[in-house]
């Protein structure tokens, strides 16, 4: 809810969560005015098709939150090509990422460590 309501702040106009407990969506849906998808597959290029059908296109810029590997593969399927996939969630130390995908689509992957000021 953070992101978004971070993305909402910095002006995304379309907006969209993808989350498996529907409880969360229905929170999104109700706060930010955003789209949602409820991830019931672990199959990325399934779930980034959901999203482009929901949206109406794929995400200029998507935000990964969980750290899932099946997430983040989600993440660079449903990103527009020369978009950007934020990697918020932290990932197991060796993750599974379709990169010829990756570079193809020239996508700017950028990783955030979200604890980093913990120390």
Excluded at 38 to 61: C, F, R, W, Y
Excluded at 86 to 94: F, K, T, V, Y
Aim: net charge negative; aromatic share 2%.
């Amino acid at each position: 809810m953070l992101c978004l309501l971070s993305a909402k702040a910095a002006g995304a106009t379309e907006t969209c969560v993808a989350d498996i407990f529907q409880g969360r969506l229905d929170s999104a849906k109700k706060v930010c005015q955003t789209s949602v998808v409820l991830v019931d597959s672990t199959d990325g290029e399934e779930m980034a098709i959901k999203i482009e059908e929901t949206m109406g296109n794929m995400p200029d810029i998507t935000i990964e939150c969980s750290g899932s590997e099946a997430a983040i593969q989600m993440a660079i399927h449903a990103t527009k090509p020369g978009g950007t996939v934020a990697l918020a969630g932290l990932a197991p130390p060796m993750a599974t990422i379709p990169l010829a995908i990756a570079t193809v689509k020239e996508l700017n992957i950028t990783c955030v460590f979200r604890y980093a000021h913990d120390r």
